[in-house]
């Protein structure tokens, strides 16, 4: 299996940006599709972003279409979740996601899954 930590979380300014990582390790990083996922208190873990085993296929809810870049080093084994223009609504612990089946947006299709990293957006 393949064990996941987020880093990168933290406290930004509307309109800001940051940029979260998720290291592997484990099994090999390119068998697994990549996915971000984050959840706000009293709410359920939503989809934000996923990308295909070599990094050429990403999919992106449509919140945060244009803002959210979501990226690949299979030599490092990291997923990247680049955030900019950042809104308070963006508020939420991110988590990544690993999966062997394909690229797909449901979160009970992702087995390994990290910590979680807090991000707050606020004035």
């Known amino acids: 299996q393949v064990h996941l930590v987020e880093s990168g979380g933290g406290s930004v300014q509307p309109g800001g940006s940051l940029k979260l990582s998720c290291a592997a390790s484990g099994r090999t990083f390119s068998n697994y599709v990549m996915g971000w996922f984050r959840q706000s208190p009293g709410k359920e873990r939503d989809f934000v972003a996923t990308?295909?085993?070599?990094?050429?296929?990403?999919k992106y809810v449509d919140s945060v279409e244009g803002r959210f870049t979501i990226s690949r080093d299979n030599v490092k084994n990291i997923v990247y979740l680049q955030m900019n223009s950042l809104k308070p609504e963006d508020t939420a612990v991110y988590y990544c996601?690993?999966?062997?089946?394909?690229?797909?947006?449901?979160?009970?299709?992702?087995?390994?899954w990290g910590q979680g990293t807090q991000v707050t957006v606020s004035s």
């Open positions: 996601a690993a999966n062997t089946i394909g690229p797909t947006t449901k979160s009970d299709a992702f087995p390994y």
């Open positions: 990308i295909d085993r070599i990094g050429h296929s990403t």
